[in-house]
């Protein structure tokens, strides 16, 4: 079986994906803050360059996959932070890790996303283009002189979905598939301080999808171990929609 890394491993869509992973045969080698086989900070590049260094060294320099779940939500202590761990702490862990998982017979590489990607404010925004950049001080600077951690969340997972899908044809002809899962609203601790939030609270509690109620990780999980599996091999560079329909339902018009 497969040996595959987690960010986000101790939490909600994270613990889920491990959960799934691990009861197929999988060996999966968890990142996060806390409560994981690899404790580091993904928000910041020595965290980052030590996470890929421990993965690496725990599956003897091969890798037959990565998942990126770790995330902050609207209520991060900082928009800086909010940028560094969602953008930055995915894309730069992807670059570490691309020789590990080049070693493999069919890698595959599943980055959580988020429908509030397809979000107005993200799209135009300059925070966006200082992602894209990779000019970590400079998105963190404007991050918090906005003052917005709405627009730096949706932003954050514009610019991340757009790198995915550059990387994933830059990079079709390595053999490393790379797609991006968009939940909606999903039961976790993230969700749950966003519905409590006194800013957001209300926004987030009346966002209902067309299915009439909120998503549960597994149900994310479900469409993560499907996209790492044999499975799904001819599904590159996507970005599948796990939302009871909200990116219908906010696009409608739009394919
Ligand atoms: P969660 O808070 O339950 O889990 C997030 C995990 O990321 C936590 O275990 C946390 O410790 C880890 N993490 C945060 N900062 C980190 C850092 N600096 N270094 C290492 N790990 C760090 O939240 P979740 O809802 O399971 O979120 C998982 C992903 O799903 C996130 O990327 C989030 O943006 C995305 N998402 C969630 C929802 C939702 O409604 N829950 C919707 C769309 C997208």
Excluded: W
Excluded at 59 to 74: E, F, H, I, Q, Y
Excluded at 88 to 102: D, P
Excluded at 168 to 191: D, Y
């Amino acid at each position: 079986m497969s040996i595959i890394t987690v960010t986000g491993s101790a939490s909600g869509i994270g613990a889920a994906v491990c959960e799934q992973l691990k009861e197929q045969g999988h060996t999966v080698i968890g990142i996060d803050r806390q409560k994981a086989d690899v404790v580091a900070d993904l928000s910041t590049a020595q965290g980052r360059k030590a996470a890929a260094d421990q993965a690496i060294k725990s599956s003897n320099g091969k890798l037959d996959g990565l998942v990126c779940c770790a995330g902050l939500g609207v209520t991060a202590p900082s928009s800086s932070l909010l940028v560094s761990v969602n953008y930055f702490g995915t894309t730069e862990l992807i670059g570490l890790l691309q020789s590990a998982l080049s070693k493999s017979e069919s890698p595959a590489i599943t980055v959580i996303g988020s429908v509030a990607a397809t979000q107005q404010v993200a799209k135009p925004h300059n925070l966006v283009e200082l992602m894209l950049n990779n000019d970590e001080s400079a998105a963190r600077e404007l991050a918090d002189e906005l003052g917005q951690p709405h627009v730096a969340y949706s932003s954050s997972k514009y610019a991340l979905t757009l790198h995915c899908r550059r990387l994933a044809v830059k990079h079709g002809s390595n053999g490393i598939r790379l797609n991006v899962v968009a939940p909606g609203a999903v039961e976790t601790p993230l969700h749950e301080a966003s519905k409590n939030d006194p800013r957001f609270g209300e926004a987030v509690r009346n966002f209902i999808a067309p299915i009439g109620r909120n998503g549960q990780p597994s149900e994310i999980a479900d469409a993560v171990t499907f996209l790492q599996s044999p499975k799904a091999s001819f599904i590159h560079g996507s970005v599948i929609y796990v939302d009871g329909g909200m990116d219908a339902m906010m696009r409608k018009g739009n394919m």
